[in-house]
């Protein structure tokens, strides 16, 4: 399985970006998906997940209301909208492949891990 992270870049505070991850090598619509992030000094955290089929969606408290998590399996695409940027939010950003099992808020659950797209939000 390879995940390929894009989108990122330098944003001002109360702007916008829009992150895609594509994904190959295996059936991309059977699993869940999910967004993690890693702000320098700091341990990866969950930002938000998609179940297969993007029936559900789950997202951590201090993006909610804000980021919008997606899905196209005809394009084996995974998306994540982020709007009213803040410089809290800056981060390496990474997409995942979920395992089945375990917690989608766990990034121990999760299998493959695409190599991240730098967000950098300025004040």
């Known amino acids: 399985v390879q995940l390929q992270a894009s989108g990122g870049g330098l944003v001002q505070a109360g702007g916008s970006l829009r992150l895609s991850c594509a994904a190959s090598?295996?059936?991309?619509?059977?699993?869940?998906m999910a967004w993690f992030r890693q702000a320098p000094g700091k341990e990866r955290e969950f930002v938000a997940a998609?179940?297969?089929?993007?029936?559900?969606?789950y997202y951590a408290d201090s993006v909610k209301g804000r980021f919008t998590i997606s899905r196209d399996d005809a394009k084996n695409t995974l998306y994540l909208q982020m709007n009213s940027l803040k410089p809290e939010d800056t981060a390496v950003y990474c997409c995942?492949?979920?395992?089945?099992?375990?917690?989608?808020?766990?990034?121990?659950?999760?299998?493959?891990w695409g190599q991240g797209t730098q967000v950098t939000v300025s004040s």
């Open positions: 995942a492949l979920h395992s089945g099992r375990g917690s989608y808020y766990y990034r121990q659950s999760y299998d493959y």
């Open positions: 090598g295996r059936t991309f619509s059977s699993a869940a």
């Open positions: 998609i179940a297969w089929g993007g029936s559900r969606t």
